[in-house]
Every structure is written in C-alpha cells, then in structure tokens.
C-alpha cells in the first residue's frame, strides 16, 4: 500500500499458502503458524501444544487491532482501491483444484509466474 501511495506500480503474486489471504473463506480467519516460524521466536516444543497457534493468533489480532491495522479483507481492498494488481499463481491454483470464484474480487486474474516476470519487468521482484 505504500508503494501505490508513493505512485509506484504494484503488482502481487500470491502463491501456495499466502493464497489463502485472497480467498473469500479464508482472507478473514488466517492463523499465525507457530511451528516452524522463524519469527515466533519460540522452540517448536512449545509450538506443539494443542491450541498455542489459537493463542498466538489471538495475540496477534489484539496488537493489530491496538494499532488499527485492518482485517485482512479490508486491507486487500484498500491495496486494490490504490491501484495495486493482484494475481493467483495457476500452478498452485491448479494443484489445489482452486477457481476464480474462491477468490475475493479484487484478484485480476490467475497467471502463471512467467506471465508475472513479463508484468513485473523492469521492477524488482521480492518473495517473503
């Protein structure tokens, strides 16, 4: 979102897991992984016990909500609203027998990721 602010050209490319932020089911009930993420900061041991992925999805909603940071819909919206282009992978759509009404309207469409380098040329591409 900042990008378009500053009138940079936005394109996103959602992929695997981060798909889930731009399906309409699942963009608003996203969890935070407690195992096997490097930013817990926490031994996987404790990431194990039943409901600490709850808990620290709790944890997160309540900072956020602390600094008014928007449910993942509205947030989407807004990057939409600023001229950001967003894209589902189609290798990973395909894999998961995923279609375009899954997802929330603001996806433009579903590419492959040599399609997205043809969009992204020029800029520069950064995964996370």
Known sequence: NGARMEGI????FFTFFGLEAVMKKRMDHLK????????MHIPSLLGIIPGMSAF?????MKEMDKLDIPPV???V??????GAN??????TVDMFH?????????VDSVINVGKFYELAAGG???FT
Not at 9 to 12: A, C, D, G, R, S
């Open 73 to 75: 819909s509205e947030f």
């Open 124 to 126: 520069q591409i950064i």
């Open 32 to 39: 935070v992984a407690t195992v096997g993420n490097p930013a």
């Open 77 to 82: 919206e807004m990057i939409n609203d600023a």
């Open 9 to 12: 050209e936005v394109n996103l």
């Open 86 to 91: 967003l894209y589902a992978c189609k290798a």
């Open 98 to 106: 995923l279609g375009m009404d899954d997802f929330c309207e603001q």
């Open 56 to 60: 620290a999805t709790s944890q997160m």
